[in-house]
């Protein structure tokens, strides 16, 4: 047997193994960087004089990758250990005690689990990533050979944090997933694999603690392939000490080999067998590894071609191809969209077993930023993929579409600039993808640029926000520590800091010579953007006194940056604000770091459910004249408003020529009617105007007054208070009777529509009267089979739920056709049979002779149920009553429902008595 701490072995003909050739490791901290400075005081001082170097390096050798999974399936714990292999840290940190590199937050160390994603840049193998460069690479040796640039984001798992989860993984390249090896795929694990499909993000699979009692390896397998619509590659089988003892290491069918590691160490160390060697020392688990190495070969046949024609060149002999054919097949299949094949991985992280390979396959597997999918971008209107905006089709697709003329409406001046000279100029376009206030350095603006370089004190344009902004730092993130830098290349993830105004999601472009604001229409360039659910629980925040009022609007302002998924809102009748978020643990948090982390004084209420108020019938059509001096200026405008029920799943009705504009608000339908009012366009191009308008005023500003107006209205029910919910206003601007001349502003204009539409909901409880709506959620809830029962008859009878489906009637999402850019519903492709993918056996499937153990009473289940929000409440510790702990549940919003007259007066009651 050969003992190799961390080096790179050859084998007899092609085949290797999957480490590297690395410094043979002399203490805990002997990494040496390129520079000759080990890793000691400062985690990030090492690094520090490698990344001037790094921004001219290829993008080839740089990996964007997420950790993906549901709660406490060793996210943060794997994230330790490649931070301690690629001698980024000198130990390894521990979830429990608080000492991880990645949770910083006091609230994450004090809970124990993840609650911002949190950024860090690493090396693997260990070094700079210069050094050892072959020129031209040697096709023989894989790319983790050479050291790489890993830009790691680790990611929470409570279903409360999926916003974040969803901000994170839009600008990465490729992703880990982890399953518990006991679990399986979990409920939240199916939920963060769909949010990754829907960006086509290439993923391979570690499943996670298969040193713990009830680890089943095979099973997990055949669970991917059921409830994650894949074909499992199961790159490593386990090895139990003796067939069924404690897990001591893995076997790699791509290298074939074996890999061992001592328990009790760090890891470091790795006994490296070879297929013959593992013959004598433990011929069952050798005779499994060439049944997976046939299985991946058949696999990996049935959608590459190139292995194919390997396989004939070795004689047809599985075993005979080399592991880097093997490897550049599993490569090719991870990088096809249309391929549905993921590698498997084994290990157990706690116990320093099997995360080497894991960052090998990193490296040799996910893409690169050249080698990632086009990310979506939207201009005008008008979407399409980074490429083809680079090449200027795009422009020119958007100004074709703007000169197209609608319906009553005149043409419109196509786009003067030159596409190819606007984005010749264009030097960088960045993602914002999160914004972080962090007590020494100020706001931190995290960013992922896709375009060109963000050089320092460059000017930046906010699409969002329709601002400039410069950028008088840039910082490389190493968790909560940084480096100083002059610029972030393209397909980097950096920190900009002194941003007064960019949030999170919001589109950052430099233009050439530091304009202040591009060409049009560079002005509209959206990167990726994402919708937020609203919000469904919310709590009242009081400062202690009023003069603590400002500081506590700006603590939670800067909140609202970090977290779009946070609502603030204040209550027109009682003058209190209201927070709302997405759940109970996530206004918790928020509250925690509003006093703890941003030393707000204020007090915060009991967390409430938020209800919605809906029309239950059509009201008169209401005229308001709005007469009153504003800021010593005469202001008069009038409206006419309408209210009636409205429902999203209805297709819009046809825009006539006298509408303007019929836009949709968080289950709220707008639709703005001018009658004899003709827009022209200006000079400009993008401008609406008309002689009918009074000075001042044109059609962009025209709709914003009168929408704005209506939104105002409707955040309040004229009945029980609540938001109004599923409502459409029709608001008619007649310019002969509601425009009066210089009078008429757009502060007075807004002032009618809100006096008229509040008009016209009071007029509804007289007449057919309003309905409270609650919010219903879609629940999966996991429990094994004997507490099957008891779960179903608990939400069936006791909270009023409906029971959709039980395990294998649950629709399998993930499939092309659920994501966005997915072709029509027939190109939905097929159900995976579990019987058909090859999985190791697990130890506990063989039981003694004569006895037979029911594997239905441990089985897990999944129940997909519909239940009102106001009862699942505080359910997780009732269901671990239920389950003897074992139960987990994930949720979302599906709609708002009207409430039934008793349920109705319960809750009202409730809601009094409350206050």
């Known amino acids: 047997m050969i003992v190799a701490p961390l080096l790179r072995l050859s084998q007899s003909g092609a085949r290797c193994t999957s480490f590297l050739h690395r410094t043979r490791p002399s203490s805990i901290n002997s990494y040496v960087c390129s520079g000759g400075t080990s890793i000691g005081a400062s985690r990030a001082q090492c690094f520090s004089t490698s990344f001037p170097r790094l921004q001219g390096e290829v993008l080839d050798r740089t990996r964007n990758i997420g950790i ?8 943060t714990t794997t994230t330790e250990r490649m931070l301690f292999y690629s001698g980024f840290t000198r130990r390894i940190g521990d979830v429990d005690e608080g000492s991880t590199v990645t949770d910083f937050l006091p609230a994450e160390r004090a809970r124990g689990i993840t609650i911002q994603s949190a950024a860090i840049t690493f090396h693997w193998p260990p070094g700079d990533g210069t050094e050892g460069r072959p020129s031209p690479a040697d096709p023989t040796l894989p790319r983790s050979a050479l050291s790489h640039t890993i830009n790691l984001i680790d990611t929470p798992g409570h279903a409360d944090f999926t916003f974040e989860v969803m901000r994170s993984l839009r600008i990465l390249d490729g992703a880990v997933c982890i399953l518990d090896g006991v679990a399986g795929v979990e409920a939240q694990t199916e939920q963060v694999w769909h949010q990754a499909s829907t960006y086509r993000i290439p993923r391979v699979i570690y499943v996670n603690k298969l040193d713990r009692d009830g680890a089943a390896f095979g099973r997990t397998v055949r669970e991917v392939s059921s409830r994650l619509a894949v074909y499992p590659a199961v790159c490593q ?18 290298n074939l080999q074996g890999m061992r590691w001592k328990e009790g160490e760090d890891g470091r160390t790795v006994k490296m067998i070879d297929l013959q060697q593992l013959d004598e020392v433990d011929p069952s688990l050798a005779q499994e590894l060439r049944r997976a190495r046939i299985a991946l070969v058949e696999l990996l046949s049935e959608q ?19 592991s880097m054919d093997v490897t550049e097949s599993l490569r090719r299949c991870v990088l096809d969209p249309k391929s549905r094949i993921v590698p498997v991985f084994a290990g157990a992280s706690f116990r320093n077993m099997g995360v080497q390979p894991l960052l090998d396959a990193v490296v040799d597997l996910l893409p690169s930023p050249p080698e990632a999918p086009d990310p979506e971008v939207s201009i005008g209107g008008v979407k399409g993929g980074l490429r083809k905006l680079r090449s200027g089709d795009l422009i020119v697709e958007q100004s074709e579409k703007a000169s197209t003329p ?30 972080v206030n962090d007590a020494k350095r100020g706001v931190l603006v995290y960013v992922r640029v896709y375009s060109g370089s963000l050089d320092r004190n460059s000017l930046l344009f906010n699409t969002n926000l329709h601002l400039s902004e410069r950028a008088p730092r840039l910082l490389k993130m190493y968790a909560n520590e940084a480096v100083e830098v002059d610029s972030i290349p393209a397909g980097h ?68 940056r970090e977290d779009p998924s946070l609502h603030v809102s204040v209550d027109e009748e009682s003058g209190q604000t209201l927070l709302s978020g997405m759940g109970e643990l996530h206004l918790e948090i928020a509250r925690d770091r509003l006093i703890n982390d941003l030393k707000a004084k204020a007090s915060m209420g009991r967390i ?71 827009m022209e366009q200006t000079s400009r191009g993008y401008e609406e105007t008309s002689p009918l308008l009074p000075p001042g005023l044109d059609g962009v500003a025209l709709r914003t007054s009168l929408q704005n107006g209506a939104l105002a209205a409707l955040a309040r029910g004229p009945q029980f208070t609540f938001p109004m919910h599923n409502t459409r206003v029709t608001l008619t601007l007649n310019p002969a009777e509601h425009l009066f001349g210089n009078d008429t502003t757009a502060s007075a204009l807004s002032a009618a529509a809100r006096l008229a539409t509040s008009a016209a909901l009071q ?35 006791s909270r009023g739920g409906h029971i959709l489906s039980l395990d294998e009637d649950v629709p399998l999402p993930g499939t092309d056709a659920s994501t966005p850019d997915s072709g029509p519903a027939e190109d939905i492709l097929p159900p995976i049979d579990p019987n058909r993918v090859y999985a190791p056996p697990d130890p506990f499937e063989t039981s ?47 709609r708002f429902e009207n409430m039934s007259a008793p349920r109705q007066k319960a809750v009202l009651a409730e809601l009094r008595g409350g206050f």
């Not at 993906?68 to 996210?75: F, L, M, P, T």
């Not at 067939?243 to 069918?253: E, L």
């Not at 441990?858 to 139960?887: D, N």
């Open 608 to 678: 409430e459910i938020g209800y919605r108020e809906s029309g239950l019938g059509a009201s008169p059509a209401t005229t308001k004249i709005f007469d009153k001096e504003i800021a010593g200026r005469r202001g008069k405008a009038g409206c006419t408003a309408l209210v009636e029920p409205y429902n999203e799943d209805d297709i819009t009705e046809a825009m006539d020529e006298d509408t303007l504009v019929a836009s949709t608000f968080e289950g709220n339908q707008i639709i703005i009617r001018a009658p004899g009012l003709q």
């Open 304 to 322: 590459d071609e190139t292995i194919v024609e390997k396989f004939f060149e070795c004689e047809e002999d599985h075993l005979a191809l080399s």
């Open 493 to 560: 993830i950096g920190v900009v800091v002194g941003l007064k105004h960019a949030r999170t999601g919001d589109t950052l472009l430099s233009y050439a010579g530091n304009k202040a604001t591009p060409p049009e229409p560079l002005t509209s360039l959206q990167l990726r953007p994402i919708d937020v659910p609203p919000p469904v629980f919310f709590t009242s925040v009081e400062p202690h006194s009023l003069s603590e009022e400002k500081r506590m609007q700006e603590s939670l302002a800067l909140l609202l």
């Open 848 to 894: 003694s002779v004569g006895v037979s153990i029911p594997a239905s009473v441990s089985r897990p289940r999944t129940i997909t149920a519909k239940v009102p929000l106001k009862e699942m409440v505080g359910y997780l510790k009732h269901l671990r009553s239920l389950t003897a702990g074992r139960g987990t549940f994930v949720m979302s919003v599906d």
């Open 68 to 75: 993906i999974a549901h709660i406490d399936a060793g996210k």
């Open 406 to 435: 609608e319906k009553g409406k005149k043409k419109k001046k196509t786009c003067p600039t030159d596409p190819k000279d606007a984005i010749a100029k264009l030097q960088s376009c960045a993602l914002a993808f999160k914004v």
């Open 763 to 797: 007029a509804l409880p007289a007449g057919p009267g309003t309905v409270m709506m609650e919010p219903v959620m879609n629940v999966i809830i996991s429990v094994d089979e004997a507490s099957l029962g008891s779960v179903v008859h608990d939400i069936s009878s």
């Open 237 to 254: 089988i386990p090895w139990f000490q003796g067939g069924n003892g404690p897990f001591v290491g893995v076997a790699d069918a791509v």
